[in-house]
């Protein structure tokens, strides 16, 4: 790290020249990133998407590039009306290259509805949708909604840019009143807000590059934009307060970065490695959705390490002593404005203050903090194991767009389970085979099972088009259920279907009989990710231990670290179910109440959360390893690492939880569950787990926390710890 680092202060100019051009070129590239995002939720290998593709290639379906168009009429059965409503879908039709308008149908006395089919993607569909609707006009006296999956990404593109404008209103001036409260009125406080400029706008630029050659995800926006600022701001945070510290030792600017890098810069880049392993495990995920998250969340770790060794120097060099130097907040507004500030104990002398009394108090009764400790976690975590699962629903959106709207509208008039149906793609292998009287026997034999489910509100299905191909090979039925794709008695309904209903109709050997559509398809999501789930824990943990031990030299050190994060996690788990489930402090803190977690949620917060979870363990740790190197004992390097680092990783907390409230501050449930997971587990990381739950087991575990022999050293290539 010193050669790399003395490397980087020859070519300052040069370095921070280059970030320059980073931060332009992503600012303009970003620009145009969000017409290029999309939700699909493809489950490639599965009977779902199988189901998919063959309805889109032998019937024409692409439900991605179709526009829902729903009228609200005083009476369905007019002739004038439909003609006229007719000709207007016809219009809309035409604004699409390569649309076509499929014929009106009722839903009810009041309620009509058409499809406008085109072969456009999910990105172009989105883009075309103001032209759809200037098509489609505003009929007189009928209410009139352009919906569909591509309107409704349309319309929720704009609502992702307000959740996140929110978001940064939050964590903004709260990082600004931190970097404040941390370094006084100085100069310093620029540097990590340069810092996380230049992290987001890169990161994004890349994003950007990404979006073009694979299906990335709407969300990934907010989530580079704030994680990337909570990450970078507490990373050059860090760094610059260790800068400071060594800038006391009159030593010149020079080593003092250099000594900076060693250590805080050290410690910064094994967090961000540690964060980056688990989110770079979310690119073997069987799903693009996932990848397309995993890709975005990745980049930030990454990016943000390149900064902190790269440009962060640099500036530090820049700065120097002037620019660094602090006017403390509280003695600026008693010196110069003549307030009465109070004074604090413990505010100056880390010896003397809140986190010297605590570390005293926890090295005397280690075993009361520990248990208290434990207990809190374990309570918070029980929860948990009502944990519910949904691929998604369109209840977890603001209701207020026109696309919404449609979609409420008729689903109110034809039930929810019928917008997301299930279907039941019948293959018989040969041309004209759904002709054949066993076919057709058991086909009938399958409605009436499924029509006797009491899951079931509509079965639709002739034996011709559009139920049956061009070639008689293939047919399929639309199976209409009683609840929304994502709640638990559609996706009960989609396994019954799968394991009972289909295998009992006795269709030939030769036809293969698949279970697709909207609860087919949210069943193989949450068993595709989920089956994949614990090999992504256990190479997470593995890989976390690996890096850990490197950092800490130790072994015990890192395994204490991973269990602690798993029960970190657990609780978080339970609290969403608490928030979410049993809606305690929904209300009073504007969230959803909803049943569910979106399937996403878990496995994108334990891939985010057991890396970021280590920030604060790295640092706190390093800094006790730098003592116990110095010939501290057990019990003093644990103490004075608390004393010297409570202050600051609180501080460095507050950043954090306070750009992950910007996903809860939003509208969108699914970010909402994200947002207050990530912050809730922060809260708990920063708080009962590494200022009372660490220190509390180090000072049990005595002098083995320091251990580690002389043939792990040689595989990990560090100095070995021999116990003294």
Known sequence: MERWTRFVLRH??????????????????????????????????????????????????????????????????????RRELAAALERGADAVEGGRAQPLQAAGRNVLFGTISSPLQLTEGKEATPAVREAVGDPAGVETFVSGTPAIQADLDPIFEEDLLRGEAIALPIALAVLLAVFGLSFAVLMPFLVAACTIMATLGIVWVVAHYMTTAIYVTNLVQLIGLGIAIDYSLLIVYRFREELAQNGSIEDAVVRTMATAGRAVVFSGATVAIGLALLLFMPLPFMVSMGVGGFLIPLVSIIAAVTLQPALLSLFGRRGTRRVHVADFMRDRLRLPVPRFAGTA?????????????????????????????????????????????????PQSPEAIRGFNVLSDAVGPGALAPAQVLVDTGTPGGVREPAVTAAIDRLIAAVRADPEVARVDFEPRPPYVDATGRYAWVSIAGKHEYGELAAQDFARRLRSDLIPVAGFPERATVLAGGGPA????????????????????????????????????????????????????????????????????????????????????????????????????????????????????????????????????????????????????????????????????????????????????????????????????????????
């Open 349 to 397: 002398d880390a010896e003397r203050g809140l986190w010297a009394r605590l570390a005293r108090s926890i090295m005397r009764r280690p075993l009361v903090y520990l248990a208290l400790g434990a207990t809190v976690l374990v309570a918070a975590a029980v929860p948990a194991f009502d944990l519910q699962l949904t691929p998604g629903s369109a209840e977890g959106t």
């Open 521 to 724: 398809q949210g069943v193989d999501f949450i068993d595709s990710a989920y089956g994949a789930f614990p090999w992504l824990v256990l190479a997470v943990l593995i890989l976390t231990y690996i890096t850990l031990m490197r950092a800490f030299r130790s072994l015990l050190l890192p395994l204490k670290a991973v269990i602690l994060n798993l029960l970190a996690i657990g609780a978080t788990y339970g609290l969403l179910v608490i928030v979410f489930k049993y809606g305690i402090g929904a209300d009073l803190l504007g969230l959803y109440q909803f049943d569910q977690v979106e399937a996403w949620i878990p496995i994108f917060l334990f891939a985010m959360l057991f890396g970021l979870s280590m920030d604060y363990e790295v640092f706190l740790v390093s800094r006790m390893r730098e003592f116990w190197d110095e010939g501290a004992s057990n019990e003093e390097a644990v103490a004075q690492g608390l004393e010297r680092t409570g202050r600051i990783v609180t501080a460095a907390a507050i950043v954090m939880v306070a750009a992950f409230s910007g996903f809860a501050a939003g509208s969108i449930v699914g970010l909402q569950e994200f947002g207050l997971g990530l912050a809730i587990a922060i809260f708990l990381d920063a708080t009962l787990i590494r200022a009372v739950l660490v220190p509390a087991l180090m000072r049990l575990f005595g002098r083995w926390n320091w251990w580690l022999p002389e043939r792990a050293a040689r595989i990990l290539r560090v100095a070995p710890s021999p116990i003294r």
């Open 12 to 81: 300052r100019w040069a370095v921070v020249g280059i970030w320059l051009v980073i931060l332009v070129t992503g600012g303009t590239l970003s620009a145009g990133l969000s017409k290029l995002l999309s939700n699909e939720f493809t489950v490639p290998g599965t009977d779902s998407e199988d189901v998919r593709s063959t309805l889109e290639q032998r019937f024409g379906q692409r439900d991605d590039g179709s526009f829902l168009v729903v009228f609200r009429v005083d009476d369905t059965s007019d002739p004038a009306t």
